[in-house]
C-alpha cells in the first residue's frame, strides 16, 4: 500500500516545520548558552527538518 503523494507532501512538510520550529525557539530559548553550542545545535535540528523538507518538496 503506498501513501498518496498529496498526503506525504502534506506529512513531511508538517514534521519539517515542527522540528524547525524547535530549531528556532530554542536557540531564542536559552540565551544564556555560548553562541558556538547554539548555533550548532541549532543546525544539527535543522538537518533533520532539511532531510523532511527536501523530499516533500520532490514529491509535491
Partial sequence: MQIPA????I???LMSNVFMTFAWYGHLKFKAAP???V???SWGIAFF???LQVPA???G
Avoid at 498529496?6 to 507532501?9: E, G, H, N
Fill in 49 to 51: 527538518e532539511y532531510a
Fill in 57 to 59: 518538496n520532490r514529491i
Fill in 11 to 13: 506529512g513531511l512538510l
Fill in 39 to 41: 548555533v550548532v545545535v
Fill in 6 to 9: 498529496p498526503v506525504a507532501t
Fill in 35 to 37: 553562541l558556538a553550542l
